[in-house]
């Protein structure tokens, strides 16, 4: 061994051994824990089987004693039944040898009473005289009026007892008929009564929506006559301010009507007539009507404010519901203003009494 030659320069480097061993260390190690693994594997199946089978010989036992427990409930319930039915056989024989007792003992006492009869006809028939005749009936006479007293009694008892059973029955029935009335009618009085609380609890909400619905309505009116007086309010203090602002010429004679827009808009009439409700809508040059000479400053066009007023019409929903996002109804300088209304004799009448 010593003088074996070792190439040092060919030699691997120290931390490539190290990762070489550790590599080794590692997959023996995997090895040792993959053994282990398997091993408990089979432990573990090993045990579980041994579980089962002791549980299922521990199931046979219990299964075993359980039907032990039922069949001997069983037997023991058979065994009472019969001593039951073999009791209630008895009583049974019992009960039908004693009628048969009674019925054997009342055919004898029967026989018996039939052959007393019998003897004593034979002996009132052998006898040759009247006279011995009566001596010997008068005791059979005694005898069979005794027997016919005594089952005209227990007829007479049998017919009182019937007539007691019947009225216990009339009366019994009677007793049950009405107890069946009464309780009908409670039902019905109370199947009524509740019927009766339930309407009226239904007619109680009606009213109390009713109520509610007024009372709503009462406020909302309330509410839009507040908002339609302020809105006059306003509108007419725009309307004074608008007054105020108009320059009329004082040369001119001209009378300015200024009409509420919101009465314009609420006094237009249906679309048949259009025409006529333009020349109604804005007010007239009075001036221009009675002086035939008089012209206007202006020749602007005629201005269809018509069609911007109905433009801005808003359907009306309460009384004094009036729209706030509408735009103001534009106002017109009584010189700008045309009337296309053709001259009356009334007109020319005004102008003569002036």
């Known amino acids: 061994m010593s003088g074996l030659h070792i190439d040092r320069a060919r030699l691997p480097g120290v931390r490539e051994v190290r990762q070489d061993f550790a590599i080794l260390e590692d997959g023996a190690l995997a090895h040792c ?25 521990i199931a046979r036992k219990l299964q075993d004693v359980e039907n032990q427990g039922s069949e001997l409930g069983k037997s023991h319930q058979q065994k009472k039944m019969e001593e039951s039915d073999s009791k209630l056989a008895r009583s049974i024989q019992e009960e039908i040898h004693r009628k048969a007792e009674e019925c054997r003992q009342r055919e004898e006492d029967d026989q018996e009473m039939a052959k007393k009869l019998q003897e004593l006809e034979e002996e009132a028939s052998f006898l040759p005289s009247s006279h011995s005749m009566r001596d010997v009936n008068h005791p059979q006479h005694d005898s069979t ?35 069946i009335r009464t309780r009908r009618n409670r039902e019905r009085n109370d199947d009524y009564r509740t019927a009766q609380v339930a309407q009226d609890e239904e007619i109680a909400r009606y009213m109390q929506d009713e109520e509610l619905k007024y009372h709503q309505r009462e406020v909302r009116e309330w509410e839009l006559r507040r908002e339609s007086r302020n809105r006059s309010l306003s509108f007419s203090e725009q309307r004074q301010n608008r007054s105020k602002q108009t320059q009329v010429p004082p040369d001119s004679e001209v009378v300015p009507l200024i009409r509420d827009p919101v009465l314009a808009c609420s006094d237009f009439p249906a679309q048949g007539s259009e025409g006529h409700s333009a020349k109604q809508l804005f007010s007239r040059n009075i001036a221009e009507e009675l002086d035939p000479t008089f012209k206007s400053s202006g020749a602007d066009p005629p201005i269809d404010v018509s069609s911007q007023a109905l433009a801005h019409t808003v359907p009306v929903e309460g009384l004094f519901e009036y729209n706030e996002e509408s735009p103001e109804a534009a106002f017109i300088s009584p010189t700008k203003r045309q009337s296309g209304r053709q001259k009356t004799k009334d007109k020319k009448e005004a102008c003569k009494q002036q």
Do not use: G, P
């Open 33 to 57: 824990l993959q053994k282990q693994e398997i091993e408990q594997h089979y432990a573990s199946n090993v045990q579980k089987s041994q579980l089962v089978q002791m549980d299922i010989r």
């Open 145 to 179: 009026d005794s027997i016919n007293w005594q089952m005209a009694e227990l007829e007479l008892q049998s017919q009182e007892q019937l007539q007691q059973d019947e009225e216990l029955a009339w009366r019994l029935q009677e007793e049950e008929e009405t107890h």
